[in-house]
């Protein structure tokens, strides 16, 4: 591994202590029900572990940023979960939630496009979130589970030569959340300044370890706490 996540040699420096598996947390609440004590503890536990991020509903960000301020570094979502927005629509989104104190983006490509084979439009429409995210982090969810290996390569590509910060393999809304190997082939296949993200499907420590050895250098979860303290996830 190289500059995509964190090397195994380094990681072998590393007796995988939680504070050193925290710090690559997107701690993370988005379920439709969310209410703003949901969004308390979870920023209030982000500051506790020192997170890398808080990942929430647009709606909370300006609250969020007004309640803490610089204590928690917040990340939203764009697009999503289903990402078949039109561009305009997802431009919108970013603009507004930089404004309310947002620090990182996680799209979501349009997914029918892909599936459509318009990588052109697909890497368009990244460059263009890009351009307004500027030097804020834009992270590209692509949905792996609704994609053949051809279009998971072709994603790669197109996050790369778009200019994206991150990719990441899923919303944890779809039937399917990360695999090792997806990670493994992302790490073949993206270029060398950008980083993986692993979302859905990672349930222990043990996978929380073995995601970030794959070459993650970001995992979204709500349940890191959880897992670090030997308790089983449950859900996103």
Not at 128 to 157: F, N, P
Request: net charge negative; hydrophobic share 35%; glycine share 8%.
């Amino acid at each position: 591994m190289t500059d995509k996540g964190i090397s195994n040699t380094e990681f072998s420096n590393v007796e995988f202590s939680n504070k050193e598996i925290l710090r690559h947390i997107d701690h993370t609440q988005l379920k439709p029900y969310s209410t703003w004590s949901d969004i308390e503890k979870l920023c209030d536990e982000a500051i506790k572990y020192r997170t890398a991020s808080v990942c929430i509903p647009p709606v909370y960000v300006k609250r969020v940023h007004d309640a803490y301020g610089d204590k928690v570094n917040i990340c939203t979502v764009v697009g999503f979960p289903l990402g078949y927005s039109v561009t305009a629509a997802k431009v919108a989104e970013v603009e507004q939630a930089l404004a309310d104190g947002c620090n990182e983006i996680d799209m979501v490509v349009n997914i029918s496009d892909v599936k459509n084979g318009d990588y052109v439009r697909v890497e368009e429409e990244i460059r263009t979130l890009k351009r307004v995210c500027g030097e804020h982090i834009l992270k590209v969810i692509i949905e792996t589970c609704y994609l053949s290996e051809e279009e998971k390569i072709a994603m790669c590509k197109a996050v790369t030569n778009a200019g994206a910060d991150y990719i990441k393999t899923s919303t944890g809304f779809g039937p399917g959340g990360a695999t090792i190997e997806d990670i493994r082939l992302f790490d073949r296949y993206i270029g060398q300044n950008v980083r993986i993200k692993a979302a859905g499907g990672v349930k222990t420590k043990k996978d929380l370890i073995l995601f970030l050895e794959a070459g993650c250098d970001r995992i979204g979860t709500s349940s890191a706490v959880g897992m670090l303290q030997g308790e089983r996830a449950h859900g996103y």
